[in-house]
């Protein structure tokens, strides 16, 4: 208000979230650019051979994917800072840390998956590294870590080293399995 009542005059300000979204359009342009990057460096890769996809092909869709999707966020970007219900997403800080520390299992479940399988062979590193995430990263019950650690290294043990013969991290008990199906 000015001295005599009436309203003042404000200039035309900027949109309170003119500053996210021009970071958010700039974000959007560095990876369209990474995109792009990439889809030039797999499209020099050989797609396909005589004998089925090159290893070009993947890169190549993959690619082609980021790119398409990097200029969709930059045509129709959406709204700054808001979900889908139309609220902000504010963080109280319980769970600003649990996060932190998720994060953290899972960086600590990383160094568990290297040194792990150096020593103790894929199934004894699959169950202990999804055991270490499903119960302590994610809080399922022990029960459910473990049958899921189990169900990664069967699946791993099966899939992986049995059918597409890959040369898994070795301990007794890939021995054996492998033993007895080869």
């Given at each position: 208000?000015?001295?005599?009542?009436s309203?003042?005059a404000?200039?035309?300000?900027?949109?309170?979230?003119?500053?996210?979204?021009?970071?958010?359009?700039?974000?959007?342009?560095?990876?369209?650019?990474?995109?792009?990057?990439?889809?030039?460096?797999?499209?020099?890769?050989?797609?396909?051979?005589?004998?089925?996809?090159?290893?070009?092909?993947?890169?190549?869709?993959?690619?082609?994917?980021?790119?398409?999707?990097?200029?969709?966020?930059?045509?129709?970007p959406?709204?700054?800072?808001?979900?889908?219900?139309?609220?902000?997403e504010?963080?109280?800080?319980?769970?600003?840390?649990?996060?932190r520390?998720?994060?953290?299992?899972?960086?600590?479940?990383?160094?568990?998956?290297?040194?792990g399988?150096?020593?103790?062979?894929f199934?004894i590193?699959?169950?202990?590294?999804?055991?270490?995430?499903?119960?302590?990263?994610?809080?399922?019950?022990?029960?459910?870590?473990f049958?899921?650690?189990?169900?990664?290294?069967?699946?791993?043990?099966?899939?992986?080293?049995?059918?597409l013969?890959?040369?898994?991290?070795?301990?007794?008990?890939?021995?054996?399995?492998?033993?007895?199906?080869?």
């Amino acid at each position: 208000m000015n001295a005599a009542g009436s309203p003042a005059a404000v200039p035309d300000a900027p949109p309170a979230g003119s500053a996210l979204k021009t970071g958010a359009r700039l974000a959007t342009l560095a990876l369209l650019a990474l995109a792009l990057v990439g889809l030039w460096q797999s499209s020099r890769l050989e797609r396909w051979s005589f004998d089925g996809p090159g290893p070009g092909l993947f890169p190549m869709i993959v690619s082609v994917v980021f790119v398409a999707l990097a200029l969709i966020v930059l045509i129709w970007p959406g709204r700054a800072a808001s979900t889908e219900e139309g609220d902000t997403e504010l963080i109280d800080q319980a769970t600003r840390q649990q996060t932190r520390r998720s994060f953290a299992i899972y960086v600590a479940s990383l160094l568990v998956l290297t040194a792990g399988s150096a020593f103790a062979g894929f199934t004894i590193t699959a169950v202990a590294v999804s055991v270490l995430i499903v119960r302590f990263a994610e809080g399922r019950s022990w029960g459910a870590a473990f049958v899921y650690g189990l169900a990664c290294a069967a699946i791993g043990l099966i899939g992986f080293g049995w059918l597409l013969r890959v040369d898994l991290p070795s301990s007794p008990i890939e021995r054996a399995f492998f033993s007895l199906v080869r």
